[in-house]
């Protein structure tokens, strides 16, 4: 089931979130925090895909830690503050709930993102290779490699020249499913099957892992993503 964690320095507003993801199915309340250094660290080790965040912490904004979080965790921003919805929009969160939350709202929400994460784990996409266009699903995908103005996709038996960037395939395909480990280089984290230093293996095929990408790629093995 797709994980949740709240935070807030109230402990009475996450009594209410608490209630609330009780009667809401779908999603799993995981842990609840009062303060950002415990939910960073909660959120080194588990698979967390949602964040209820109180913008007004006391001791650290609400908006650095969305900045900080933006690009790995759906956030929904909770607060007493009407003034703060501006930069919950311009930050691209799920939703923004003004406290107190009724339970009608808070449900909204959460089925607000899930239908925002129903469209990112979708695995079919078109690419295009010349004049034909294929329908792929992007599990089949072991890795991708950069050639100049294109990029080759590769699978068991067959591979796909498309005329396009790395930056742009990986764009396309399903958040959190591949990982840069060279400018040249992404690979789907489920066909990993052994890593080392300066290369990660695919079976008996070999992909590099440079310098720049390797804390990324080890960041990915610490918390189960490979």
């Not at 929009?89 to 929400?109: E, M, N, S």
């Not at 293996?201 to 790629?217: G, M, R, Y």
Request: charged letters at 25%.
């Amino acid at each position: 089931m797709i994980k949740a964690v709240a935070i807030d320095d109230e402990p009475l507003a996450l009594e209410v979130i608490k209630n609330h993801f009780q009667e809401f199915k779908g999603i799993e309340l995981a842990a609840c925090f009062t303060n950002a250094a415990d939910m960073y660290s909660f959120l080194e080790v588990n698979d967390i895909r949602l964040i209820f965040l109180d913008i007004h912490l006391k001791e650290v904004s609400g908006v650095d830690i969305a900045h900080s979080l933006k690009d790995k965790y759906a956030i929904i921003f909770t607060t007493a503050h009407t003034d703060y919805a501006v930069q919950g929009f311009d930050l691209d969160v799920v939703d923004y709930l003004l406290k107190p939350i009724g339970y009608k709202r808070f449900a909204a929400a959460c089925n607000k993102f899930l239908s925002r994460y129903a469209q990112l784990v979708s695995t079919e996409l078109l690419v295009k290779e010349g004049n034909t266009i294929h329908k792929i699903d992007a599990q089949d995908i072991l890795y991708l490699e950069s050639a100049g103005n294109y990029v080759k996709l590769y699978f068991v038996n067959r591979s796909i020249l498309s005329r396009s960037t790395l930056k742009e395939i990986i764009r396309e395909l399903p958040r959190g499913m591949f990982v840069r480990t060279h400018k040249s280089f992404a690979v789907n984290k489920a066909k990993v099957t052994s890593i080392e230093p300066t290369q990660l293996w695919l079976k008996n095929i070999s992909i590099p892992i440079s310098s720049s990408f390797k804390e990324k790629v080890i960041s990915g093995i610490n918390r189960g993503e490979l």
